[in-house]
């Protein structure tokens, strides 16, 4: 019934860009707070970037100024601006959905590939 569901990663240069969307079903959206995480090879998951159902963000240091957030509520989306990509950003991309007193749902992950 519930569905996180990624897309947009692939591979990109490094200075390029990419938008990672996740669309999310089967949950009340505009209650959840949503974020992005992600994990590279041989590193723990990390959060990226969250938006809560307020509309309030927050970053990890080393991708501000280079991601946002968003989120639109009508759409049951939630979206992840990526620009200046860098190779260290390589990873697994994971869509998150949270609720108080209730457990997260995660995408099964979208890969971005950031090579020359």
């Known amino acids: 019934q519930v569905q996180l569901v990624e897309s947009g990663g692939g591979l990109v240069q490094p200075g390029g860009s990419l938008r990672l969307s996740c669309a999310a079903s089967?949950?009340?959206?505009?209650?959840?707070?949503m974020g992005w995480y992600r994990q590279a090879p041989g590193k723990e998951r990390e959060l990226v970037a969250s938006v809560g159902s307020s509309g309030t963000s927050n970053y990890k240091d080393s991708v501000k100024g280079r991601f946002t957030i968003s989120r639109e509520n009508a759409k049951n989306t939630v979206y992840l601006q990526m620009n200046s990509l860098k190779p260290e950003d390589t990873a697994v991309y994971y869509c998150?959905?949270?609720?108080?007193?209730?457990?997260?749902?995660w995408g099964k992950g979208i890969l971005v590939t950031v090579s020359s």
């Open positions: 089967g949950i009340i959206f505009s209650m959840h707070d």
């Open positions: 998150n959905a949270y609720r108080t007193w209730r457990v997260d749902y």
